[in-house]
């Protein structure tokens, strides 16, 4: 034992010189917090208010995030997973319709395509949410394919969860088109067939061209993408394009083969080989191409194998000498010091003054309700509606390549969402469940929208006011603004190559604003001298280019300003000339405006003139702040943007919502949407036209209104889109900005703003 009795102090004693410098340190950061507190609170004496808590004490208020809605707000959620069960257990079991589970179907069956939530009647949920009354029955809209007949019938069936009856919708949705149907797995699993038969033929050709086939490929893959598109109205056409598989950015790697199908013997019939294209030439069938290519009577290609590793459409990072940024030392972030600043229950936001629902439809995507600032409803609904994206280039490409996105259910190709990239790494995630069009059962993809609390970067407001009675230059008065902190909703859409960013943003000044970017791989196409008018070559060693190609995004604003009987009216700035009040002989010259009330649709149809600036306000005339102006909300935007198409000419019926900038109609339960899955395949003969919403002409002076504004960009891509296009420069913002709605800026009685006199 005694031999040890050295050691033994020796470790005791390094026991007591690491307690004594932890409790150095522990001494230090406690000094440091107490300083930084006390600094804390001079600094909130001197401004004249305490630490920043946006209005919520975090002390005593936590931020909850319920996945329990209360009933009131669940009148809003999307279809569960156990609703969605049971509907189509009762559609199977429907006597009336014979259908068959969709694994099982065939083009000739019967069977559910699409199921999604149905909103009650707005003056039920008004009912619901206003009056205690009681809620409304929650029903989902069921798309059903009926290849018996040849037919499309959509049902109404609830009450949910466990439904008892599916009431079928008549009027213009009762007419629904077959050769308008999307495609589905069932078809496409008919189409793979024939396609297969067609690259059997052209074995050969696609061997020796592009050393890519589809028949027993394995690592020599032709990936396609099927694209329904009638030349005529009743018809229907399907092209296939064509694409290396099994490579990084396979978008960027198309090759010159298509082919189209049609269905010759009509709707009813089987489809049948239309056109097939090879290296800029078109051929009726794959014999013929077959033949003279074997013949040497038409123009071959080669395209040579991808590099292996990093190509030019892979994600990685490109390593050079000039790498940034030159040192390992990471990016900034943004922290929640004091915790979460809103609350979640359900699918209902609360921050600071504002509350809203938030949703996943379906066919066409975000959608928010009844959007409160102070408890007062500013808007029944702000949903994106329709995205179309449209093309220039040479045949069969720019006959085809026009796109209508809710075609394919928009909502459901909303992809989890990464943490840190999509959204901020403090966000608050939800997933999104629908009914899978692969499957035809209950899906639910994780994380496919965030919320959270954000730093604009920049002041929502400020102020230095200079002191002119003061001994220098820098003497002021006082300074004062605050933070532009904003709660933000989002959701990422990947439609095949193009990925959007729809943000809805609140403001604390009572300002929404809704925004979408575009980003993705841009589509390319074979490039050709004679096709520069329409591309950038964008890859020599494919000869592949970027086309001329427009995006056009419609949203739905159905605002409620103080009830529901509002009013529409243009603020027009134009120009006085009169005789100068001060020289004699000169002219005055300088703005004014002036109101325009709008008393019908048509009126209220704006097509936006840089030559005639205006005012778009929406306000109620029996609602007023305390000066006696009539409350209400401006609307402005940076992405208006002209469609260049005629109206009224072929494909542009399909979009007849582009016509416009801004459109106003009177509220209508039959006219709650400009989106219809079914136009992408017939855009001639629209299921929902959103002219028809207008042409009655209906008078909308204080009347339920709704706002239709589309935004879009044109997009030439160049060599700086490849790998991926980026935001900046594609982004477009809709502003719905108060108006005459508060006495004076409602961010002003918030705990974030700052004030500093000397």
Not at 9 to 20: D, G, H, K, N, Y
Not at 186 to 205: G, H, I, K, S
Not at 389 to 405: A, H, L, Q, R
Not at 502 to 508: A, G, K, Q, R
Request: glycine share 6%; net charge neutral; aromatic share 12%.
């Amino acid at each position: 034992m005694a031999t040890q009795s050295p050691r033994l102090w020796q470790v005791l004693t390094a026991v007591f010189l690491l307690i004594s410098l932890a409790l150095a340190i522990a001494l230090i950061v406690v000094a440091l917090e107490l300083t930084e507190d006390r600094e804390s609170k001079q600094a909130a004496a001197r401004v004249g208010s305490s630490p920043s808590t946006g209005g919520n004490d975090v002390s005593k208020k936590p931020t909850t995030v319920k996945v329990t809605p209360d009933m009131k707000s669940r009148v809003f959620d999307d279809l569960t997973v156990a609703e969605l069960e049971n509907i189509r257990e009762y559609m199977l079991r429907h006597s009336g319709l014979n259908l068959v589970p969709i694994e099982n179907a065939n083009v000739s069956s019967n069977y559910v395509f699409l199921m999604d939530l149905h909103l009650p009647d707005k003056a039920d949920v008004l009912r619901h949410l206003d009056a205690s009354g009681a809620a409304p029955a929650r029903r989902a809209r069921v798309v059903v394919y009926m290849g018996s007949s040849s037919g499309i019938r959509e049902y109404l069936v609830g009450p949910l969860p466990n439904p008892s009856e599916a009431k079928f919708i008549g009027g213009q949705r009762g007419r629904i088109a077959w050769n308008s149907r999307p495609i589905d797995i069932v078809e496409q699993r008919e189409l793979v067939a024939l396609f297969r038969n067609v690259t059997e033929t052209l074995y050969p050709v696609l061997k020796e061209s592009y050393n890519y086939w589809f028949h027993n490929c394995t690592d020599r893959c032709l990936f396609f993408a099927p694209i329904p598109r009638a030349l005529e109205a009743t018809k229907r056409h399907i092209i296939f394009l064509t694409n290396m598989a099994q490579i990084d950015g396979y978008y960027l790697y198309t090759l010159s083969f298509s082919v189209i199908f049609d269905y010759p013997q009509g709707v009813g019939g089987k489809p049948a080989v239309f056109k097939v294209y090879y290296n800029d030439q078109r051929f009726d069938s794959a014999e013929e191409l077959l033949q003279k290519y074997n013949n040497n009577q038409i123009s071959k290609e080669t395209y040579s194998l991808p590099q292996t590793g990093a190509t030019y459409g892979s994600p990685e990072r490109r390593p050079n000498d000039r790498e940034t940024p030159k040192s390992s030392r990471r990016m900034p972030e943004q922290i929640e010091p004091d915790g979460k600043r809103y609350d979640v229950n359900g699918q209902r936001v609360e921050y600071m003054d504002w509350s809203f629902n938030f949703r996943m439809r379906t066919v066409s995507g975000l959608q928010l309700l009844d959007i409160r600032h102070r408890g007062e409803r500013v808007a029944y609904e702000i949903s994106m509606q329709d995205v179309a994206v449209y093309y220039g280039g040479k045949e069969p490409y720019g006959v085809f390549i026009n796109y209508i996105d809710v075609g394919w259910a928009l909502g459901t190709e909303h992809f989890p969402l990464v943490k840190g990239l999509d959204c901020p790494k403090h966000a608050v995630f939800f997933d999104n469940t629908f009914y899978k069009l692969q499957s035809g059962k209950p899906k639910t993809i994780k994380n496919a929208i965030c919320v959270f609390e954000h730093n604009n970067g920049i002041p929502l407001r400020r102020h230095f006011s200079s002191d002119f009675f003061g001994a220098e230059q820098d003497d002021f008065a006082y300074v004062f603004g605050m933070v532009d902190t904003v709660v933000v909703v989002r959701a990422i859409a990947t439609v095949w190559n193009y990925d959007y960013i729809f943000d809805y943003v609140f403001h604390h000044n009572g300002v929404i604003e809704v925004r979408v970017a575009s980003t993705g791989y841009v589509e390319v196409f074979p490039f050709s001298d004679d096709g520069q008018i329409y591309a950038n070559l964008v890859n020599r060693e494919y000869n592949v280019g970027a086309n001329i190609h427009h995006h056009m995004f419609n949203f739905k604003l159905d605002f409620d300003i103080g009830g529901l009987n509002n009013r529409f009216e243009t603020w027009d700035i134009k120009t006085e000339d009169k005789p100068h009040p001060l020289v004699p002989g000169q002219k005055w010259i300088q703005k004014f405006f002036e109101r325009n009330l709008k008393r019908t649709e048509e009126e209220a149809r704006i097509k936006y003139n840089f030559d005639k600036p205006k005012y778009y306000v929406i306000y109620n005339a029996e609602k007023n702040n305390s000066i006696g102006y009539h409350r209400g909300y401006r609307i402005h935007s940076n992405g208006f943007s002209k469609m260049m198409l005629p109206e009224g000419w072929r494909i542009e019926n399909a979009i007849s919502w582009a016509r416009q900038q801004v459109a106003v109609t009177k509220y209508k339960e039959d006219e709650r949407t400009t989106a219809a899955i079914y136009t992408q395949a017939d855009p001639f003969l629209p299921v929902v036209k959103f002219e028809r919403f207008y042409s009655d002409n209906e008078n909308i002076v204080d009347e339920d209104l709704v706002v239709w504004a589309t935004m879009g960009l044109h997009h030439i891509p160049g060599m700086e889109d490849v790998p991926v296009t980026t935001t900046p420069g594609k982004q477009l913002s809709l502003v719905l900005a108060p108006l005459n709605y508060f006495d004076e800026d409602p961010s002003m009685r918030s705990r974030d703003g700052i004030v500093i006199r000397p």
